[in-house]
C-alpha cells in the first residue's frame, strides 16, 4: 500500500544547482499536487496536473517547473536552486474529495 | 479568492478535555469542500475529517467533529476527550468547486500541545 511516494526525503544543495523531485502514485489518481510548507505559512500550491500530460501554475510557481509525462509520475525541477527555496515540499495526488499525501522532500539550499 | 484563516497560531490543552480549533474560510463558490488536517512532529498530513457545503449534518469521525455554520463561513474542528498524541499542527483547508481544478488551500494552521 504505497499510495504517494517522494523521492528524496532529503537534500542539501548549494545555490545555483539544480534537482528534481520525484512523486509517484499508484492509486491511478488524475490529479497531482506539489505544495511548499515554511514555517507559519502552511501548505502552497506550487504546480498541479488534472491529467497525464498537463500542468498548470499554483500560487508560488516562480523558480519551478513541472512535468507530466506518466499518469503515476509528476516531477518538480529546481533549474537553479536558491536559498528562498529551503521548504518541506509535499507530493499530493486526489480523486474526489480523496487526498493523500507523500511523507515530504525536505530540501535546504545553502 | 478562496481563503482560509486559522487566527489560533497554538493551543494548550488539558488532557481528557475537548477543545476547539477555529477556521473560517471566505469563497464565492457555492460548491465546496473542508477539510481538517492533522500534522505530527513526523511531519505526514493525516487526514481527519470532511465537510461538504451541501452536508446537512455536522461531520463526525470518532473524537472529530466538524461545526459547520454555512451562514458565518466557519467550520470549527471540535476534539473531544484530548489525548496526549493529539499534540500536533492542524490545518484547515478548502476545495472549491468550478474551474478550482481540485486543489486544496490550506491555512496557516494551529499548534495545539495537549498537558498531562
Known amino acids: 500500500n504505497a499510495g504517494v511516494t517522494q523521492t528524496p526525503k532529503f537534500r542539501v544543495l548549494k545555490t545555483g544547482q539544480s534537482m528534481t523531485l520525484l512523486c509517484a502514485q499508484d492509486?491511478?489518481?488524475?490529479?497531482m499536487y506539489w505544495y511548499r510548507q515554511d514555517p507559519g505559512m502552511g501548505l502552497r500550491l506550487i504546480h498541479y496536473?488534472?491529467?497525464?500530460?498537463?500542468?498548470a501554475k499554483g500560487e508560488v510557481p516562480d523558480g519551478y517547473n513541472v512535468s507530466r509525462l506518466k499518469k503515476q509520475n509528476f516531477l518538480l525541477g529546481l533549474e537553479s536552486a536558491a536559498p528562498s527555496q529551503t521548504s518541506v515540499y509535499f507530493c499530493?495526488?486526489?480523486?474526489?474529495?480523496?487526498?493523500?499525501f507523500g511523507s515530504g522532500t525536505r530540501l535546504t539550499v545553502v | 479568492a478562496q481563503k482560509i484563516t486559522q487566527t489560533q497560531p497554538g493551543m494548550f490543552v488539558q488532557e481528557k478535555e475537548a477543545v476547539t480549533l477555529d477556521c473560517t474560510y471566505d469563497?464565492?463558490?457555492?460548491?465546496?469542500?473542508l477539510f481538517w488536517y492533522k500534522q505530527p512532529s513526523s511531519g505526514e498530513m493525516i487526514f481527519l475529517i470532511y465537510?461538504?457545503?451541501?452536508?446537512?449534518q455536522n461531520a463526525t469521525e470518532g473524537r472529530y467533529s466538524l461545526n459547520f455554520q454555512k451562514a458565518r463561513k466557519s467550520a470549527n474542528l471540535v476534539i473531544s476527550a484530548s489525548q496526549l498524541g493529539d499534540s500536533a499542527m492542524y490545518f484547515c483547508?478548502?476545495?472549491?468547486?468550478?474551474?478550482?481544478?481540485?486543489?486544496?488551500?490550506f491555512g496557516k494552521g494551529t499548534k495545539l500541545s495537549v498537558k498531562p
Open positions: 483547508a478548502m476545495r472549491g468547486g468550478g474551474g478550482s481544478q481540485g486543489n486544496l488551500i
Open positions: 499530493a495526488s486526489s480523486f474526489d474529495y480523496g487526498y493523500t
Open positions: 492509486m491511478n489518481h488524475e490529479y
Open positions: 496536473s488534472v491529467g497525464e500530460g498537463t500542468t
Open positions: 465537510q461538504g457545503s451541501y452536508d446537512q
Open positions: 469563497t464565492s463558490d457555492p460548491s465546496y469542500g
